[in-house]
Nanobody
Framework: QVRLVESGGGLVQPGGSLRLSCAAS????????MGWYRQTPGKERELVAD???????NYADSVKGRFTISRDSAKNTVYLQMNSLKAEDTAVYYC?????????????????WGQGTQVTVSS
């Protein structure tokens, strides 16, 4: 089993910054991608940004130029630097990871979610 633990959420004023972290642990063989999604009440979870094993990044149009995703492969950790935050960025942010893991019968794929961290942008 692969576990994701997020940290770094909180309350920030509009225009401020926050940095989210997500560390993956468990029987990981290879991580193919790690990313951040967000969800507000009554809406579907949406992609914010993701990064591939090769370092390719992908961003939602709404966060381009303001958010930066990065990863430390040695630590199986992904970061989301969020600058120029707006009220509409308020949401629960979830970490996601996909890849290969080992288990008793061999190697198989995994897809895991973190527990979520609240980001609130308000004055």
């Amino acid at each position: 089993q692969v576990r994701l633990v997020e940290s770094g959420g909180g309350l920030v004023q509009p225009g401020g910054s926050l940095r989210l972290s997500c560390a993956a642990s468990g029987s990981i063989v290879r991580i193919n991608s790690m990313g951040w999604y967000r969800q507000t009440p009554g809406k579907e979870r949406e992609l914010v940004a993701d990064i591939s094993g090769g370092g390719s990044t992908n961003y939602a149009d709404s966060v381009k130029g303001r958010f930066t995703i990065s990863r430390d492969s040695a630590k199986n950790t992904v970061y989301l630097q969020m600058n120029s935050l707006k009220a509409e960025d308020t949401a629960v942010y979830y970490c996601n990871s996909r890849g290969l893991r080992s288990f008793s019968a061999g190697i198989g794929s995994f897809g895991s979610w973190g527990q979520g961290t609240q980001v609130t942008v308000s004055s």
